[in-house]
DNA sequence: ATGAAAGCGCTAACAA
DNA sequence: TTGTTAGCGCTTTCAT
């Protein structure tokens, strides 16, 4: 269909070699230069990146696997990570896995198949094996938000446990006594760790702890929901509630209202994740926020990194022969609303 | 690195044809089968993609570009376009553009470049030429939300403009008369046709009409919050907006909030987009939904049906030489909240 | 600086 | 059914 290298050749008098020097940012004599260019115009030629890659064996790919497109954080992560991608001339192939561990396997073959020179995973599924035929393969990996033993690679993390139990210190500070929380399902790693932080603030400052104090919203908005509903029932008198994700602080402000509780003078609320939706919210909300764009700016810079760096990712050891890997943890952030009350102590 | 069809063929004694057969679904002998499944498995071959798409001159993958992933509403439709691309065999390499008409123009150079078969496109610029080399190579295109003059490809829409017109009527028939609305850009289609269902209502019913009743908002959070202030400046008594995007709607809700304005008794809202967000808050908003789901599976089956139907992109012309291609226009939803005051008349 | 030629891993046409 | 071979469009030695 389109031109080919050999078309700008025959058509310059040139040989392939000085086409492909010139695409490469070689040296060609300058009337070369200008012939090439020329036909390269006249015969609309653009590289075939597909060839490139096949002989190459660099596709300038990445895979990206995530268990929720439709979801605020990965979604600001993702957009980050695959402009920075792209600036350097890396496509991003993206892997929605709906939260499905089997999913999260076939996207692995997936991006194998297309031979993607890397990875960057926000993992669902528990098992590091899925991912054992990239490292082995040499090709990098950067998880984000979990760290998986038994698997080689670079990963982003955020404090979620020092984020929960600040969000937890705030309320108690406040003088609240009696707090609740809304936590995500127990087999996803940060929900466990945010649940941690809780109760390690809880425990600190010898505050009622009590099993129904925590519901399990199962990071969905309908699961919200029903959490806080749960709550309020079993624990009438809770004067405050933490919500540890985005979508349950969107079911749990549903089902207030629906109670017609008023925050924060019957209940204090501290939220996750969505600034634009704490600051929208009647009163606004204040919430724990996570550095989505640092996030994205780490995981994408430790990709090209590996990639383009002198280290391959599978040799990366250092003298003692064990791998060397990085992990970043970075800090939380916190903006203050309106829907705490300070409470008389 | 990894094994090669050669090195099954090698493995086996058998031909190359004879793999390539097997790979491709066709008849081998069962022995030969045998032997094949068991060489792959030994050394752990797995097809490479790249190559097969060098020599069939399909990549099997699909380009998307839209203006914003960090927005529900083509975050929604990414999600369930990509999922069923990929239940197909085709990879989605997606390029977030900005809202910038030049990203817009590189991420169709880069898509190229990669020869991806086909594009899904939420246009951001005005200019059709930037796609017509896809049109040329034969590589099809769908365009939602907008029909492009003077490229031929297939468009899923939305009835935008019936759409606001129907929530304006509601405000009316509820007893409103002084109405106004928050309208996004004047170089956005949507938003312009949104506008115009707006304005159709009003002189359809003889309301009032006033420049200072349509305040713009640029589609962002911070612009619907400004256009509400404006809007409310202007036209104290006022007691009904139609807010015409979900970033707007988030903005003029923390305006309201901020100005302490009670909906609906002061002033009955309609919004647009995310019904997650209609639901949390107080009250429930009534709201213009888009059939997310079905634009993605429109557009994905829409664009397979190109590929793998009979009609290839530049071939489908009907008797008269004219391309033929299909538009759909799809009908909104509306979901009723407690957002919009009866007033007495 | 440039040309000739080999080959990346696959498919497909042709022969057997 | 299976084997042989050419070639997709590029990069990359190795000469020149």
Chains 1, 2 share one sequence.
Do not use: W
């Not at 792209?86 to 709906?98: E, K, L, N, Q, V």
């Not at 076939?106 to 094996?129: C, K, N």
């Amino acid at each position: 269909m389109g031109a080919t290298m050999k078309d700008i050749a025959k058509c310059t008098g040139l040989g392939l070699a000085t086409i492909s020097s010139y695409l490469n940012g070689g040296n060609v004599r300058e009337k070369n230069r200008v012939k090439i260019e020329e036909a390269i115009r006249e015969l609309h030629f653009e590289v075939n990146e597909v060839a490139r890659g096949l002989k190459t064996n660099r596709t300038k790919t990445i895979g990206i696997i995530l268990p929720e497109l439709n979801n605020i954080f990965f979604a600001e992560i993702i957009t980050g990570a695959e402009d920075i991608l792209r600036s350097h001339g890396y496509a991003t192939m993206i892997c929605d896995c709906r939260s499905d561990a089997e999913r999260e396997r076939e996207a692995v073959d997936f991006l194998y198949h297309r031979r993607v020179d890397g990875l960057i995973v926000m993992p669902t599924g528990a098992s590091d094996s899925v991912f054992q035929k990239f490292i082995r393969a040499g090709k990098p990996i950067v998880m984000i938000d979990r760290k998986m033993k038994g698997i080689s690679c670079d990963c982003i993390l955020v404090d979620n446990q020092g984020a929960a139990e600040d969000a937890v210190n705030r309320l108690i500070r406040s003088g609240h006594k009696k707090i609740g929380m809304i936590a995500g399902p127990d087999d996803v790693y940060t929900a466990r760790e945010r649940q941690r932080g809780y109760q390690k603030a809880i425990q600190n400052n010898k505050i009622i702890s009590n099993d129904s104090l925590i519901a399990r919203g199962n990071y969905t908005i309908a699961g919200g929901a029903a959490a806080m509903r749960k709550l309020r029932e079993a624990n009438p008198d809770m004067t405050a509630v933490f919500i540890s994700n985005y979508e349950m602080m969107v079911g749990a402000m549903m089902e207030i209202n629906d109670l017609n509780i008023r925050v924060p003078d019957e209940l204090s609320v501290i939220g996750f994740d969505n600034v634009d939706f704490a600051k929208a919210s009647v009163p606004k909300l204040s919430i724990v926020t996570q550095p989505t764009a640092r996030i994205a700016q780490e995981a994408a810079d430790t990709l090209i990194k590996r990639l383009e760096g002198s280290l391959s990712g599978s040799d990366c050891r250092d003298m003692d022969g064990e791998k060397t890997t990085a992990t970043v943890t970075l800090k939380t952030g916190f903006v203050e609303g309106r829907s705490v009350k300070p409470l008389k102590q």
